[in-house]
């Protein structure tokens, strides 16, 4: 199966001579609402948890606008830089990213059970999540030199073998951790790449077996830990154990239907003020739009997921190289099964694995690594489509 042409491609503007005109300006807008939706919703759901903020109401309100402007520069900084060092700082990216997941093991911090993060100062940094965006673009890169050398082969073992070592020592270190959540996006986004890559159909049908058969041996071997296992039996029945494993989709679940079609109005949803819902800023924050803003405003939460995922499809099948049309589709990949993955263990159609929604729920981790993201889409929109400077 091949998806990726491998005919020449036509050259792409330098950064240097495009214009801000050329910006994918629904991505733009997209993101933007998301950013402030999910602002808003991390605010009524901390604004009365005393526990959390110690006595401000406004304090993880703070937090997340500055958050959202070290993103903001992040992504501008990303989108900016001549796309040539994009590639040849690729290699370093990647690196740093799988030296911060080593250190994590070392000297990380364990929270929920995982050991998942590094303090820095005062602030917590989780590398698995910076680490999505490093496989995607270290995967893109190697595909890329390599087709690029061999006009009209395509996709051979020898690239999916590479491409698979290069996601590999990540995926290694992230189940270390453990980190179910991060580790079922990333395969999910790994499997996306391979695909959109050209990867044949003989290694993508070995990978879902190999991945199936995987889980059965984690299961067996006890390399997950029993909370984890505990959550995917709550999963297949929520009243095996509802003040247990299954007490977090029951709450979420009773959230979510308390909104109805326009909602119980923001700071004011009977489960949010409450505090009934765990984690509920961070890996539960669909909740708080379900149950404030309704059907009406979830809705329109998802619509404006759908619109970045759009975006970053559209980016890649206009991108002017391989390079470019690999990272935005294994960036809309990873965004597109990590909102399914949140919002559906919201819903109770998924597993609970603890994984944020991307641009909306609180932390910087997850929101730097996206607007990273997001500045990558915008570099490669802007060297392929932008207006040239004569």
Same mark, same amino acid.
């Given at each position: 199966m091949t998806i990726l042409s491998t005919r020449p491609v036509r050259p792409g503007p330098t950064t240097s001579s495009?214009?801000?005109? %050329?910006?994918d300006w629904l991505l733009v807008l997209a993101a933007t609402a998301l950013v402030a939706m999910g602002s808003l919703l /991390?605010?009524?759901a901390t604004s009365t948890r005393a526990d959390l903020t110690g006595g401000d109401p406004n304090a993880y309100l703070r937090k997340q606008l500055v958050n959202v402007a070290i993103g903001v520069v992040l992504m501008v900084a990303v989108m900016a830089v001549d796309h040539r060092w994009v590639r040849i700082l690729a290699p370093l990216a990647y690196l740093a990213s799988v030296g911060g997941l080593v250190m994590v093991l070392?000297?990380?911090?364990?929270?929920? %059970?995982?050991?998942?993060?590094?303090?820095?100062g005062g602030m917590s940094i989780q590398p698995s999540e910076f680490a999505k965006l490093a496989v995607v673009i270290g995967m893109a890169l190697v595909v890329a030199e390599r087709t690029e050398r061999r006009w009209g082969r395509g996709v051979g073992s020898l690239e999916v073998v590479a491409m698979l070592a290069i996601a590999g020592?990540?995926?290694?270190?992230?189940?270390?951790?453990?980190?179910?959540?991060?580790?079922? /996006?990333?395969?999910?986004?790994v499997f996306g790449v391979l695909a959109v890559a050209g990867a044949g159909r003989r290694w993508l049908a070995g990978l879902t077996l190999g991945a199936v058969a995987g889980a059965a041996v984690a299961v067996s071997a006890g390399v997950l830990k029993p909370y984890q296992v505990d959550r995917f039996l709550a999963f297949t029945n929520p009243d095996l154990d509802p003040r247990g494993a299954g007490y977090n989709v029951e709450q979420a679940r009773i959230a979510v239907g308390n909104g109805g079609l326009l909602g119980q109005g923001l700071f004011d949803g009977s489960q949010t003020r409450s505090g009934f819902v765990p984690e509920q800023h961070t890996d539960f924050i669909f909740t708080v739009a379900g149950e404030e803003l309704g059907l009406v405003g979830a809705g329109l939460l998802i619509l404006l997921l759908a619109v970045v995922i759009w975006r970053a499809l559209a980016i890649s099948a206009q991108a002017g190289d391989l390079f470019g049309r690999v990272a935005a589709a294994g960036i809309a990949c990873w965004f597109g099964f990590q909102a399914f993955q949140n919002?559906?263990?919201c819903l109770g159609?998924?597993?609970?694995? %603890?994984?944020?929604?991307?641009? /909306?729920s609180y932390g910087g981790s997850s929101l730097f690594a996206g607007m990273l993201a997001l500045g990558l889409l915008q570099n490669i929109h802007l060297r392929s489509s932008g207006p040239v400077r004569r």
């Open positions: 495009l214009r801000a005109p %050329g910006l /991390v605010w009524s070392v000297a990380g911090s364990t929270i929920n %059970g995982s050991r998942s993060w590094l303090q820095v020592i990540p995926a290694a270190l992230i189940l270390l951790q453990p980190d179910l959540g991060t580790m079922l /996006v990333l395969s999910a986004t919002i559906g263990m159609i998924m597993p609970v694995t %603890g994984v944020p929604l991307p641009f /909306v």
